[in-house]
């Protein structure tokens, strides 16, 4: 997906790995999420709302989606409604872990942040670049190589 696009579908991760990020006016990535197997990815604001999106979306390696139109996610949430619920429970869990993630961006140290990723996501950090950690965490990879070589000293 690109920024710009108007978000026609979501998407289930069935296999692999993906980035959604945004670039600054410099061109520099800002990571907001990485989505793996049994994540759910995509623009839901644009989804929604049929507004451009402002995200990338790009597979960090090779990937299994499953995309559900905005008529098929209505239809489904009609004819299933267990699979709504479901489906609130987890956008309710994401607005929490985002709220959170907000909260450390502005109350932790880039080191702390490093230490909450790795415990939160131990099967994403070893699937990930450096330099993609470092854009997630907001921080150059150069200062993640060293945050990188003194956690692992501990």
């Known amino acids: 997906m690109q ?12 296999k692999g790995c993906l980035k959604v990020y945004t670039l600054d006016g410099n061109g520099a990535p800002h990571i907001s999420m990485f989505a793996v197997e049994d994540y759910w990815t995509g623009d839901m604001a644009s989804f929604i709302t049929k507004q451009p999106s402002r995200y990338f979306i790009k597979a960090t390696e090779d990937s299994e989606l499953l995309g ?3 008529a098929n996610y209505d239809l489904l949430f009609q004819e299933i409604p267990k699979f ?5 429970i987890l956008y309710q869990r994401s607005l929490i ?3 959170r993630r907000t909260n450390h ?3 932790l140290t880039a080191e702390e942040r490093f230490i909450e990723f790795k415990k939160k996501y131990p099967k994403i950090v070893n699937r990930i670049t450096q330099k993609d950690l ?16 003194k956690v692992n000293r501990i």
């Not at 920024?3 to 069935?14: H, Q, R, S």
């Not at 709504?84 to 609130?88: L, N, V």
């Open 3 to 14: 920024a710009g696009d108007i978000t026609k579908y979501e998407y289930f991760i069935t």
């Open 134 to 149: 470092a854009a997630y965490i907001g921080i150059t990879p150069e200062f993640m190589s060293k945050i990188i070589t």
């Open 105 to 107: 961006g502005i109350s």
């Open 97 to 99: 872990s985002y709220i």
């Open 84 to 88: 709504e619920r479901f489906y609130r």
């Open 68 to 70: 559900i139109s905005r």
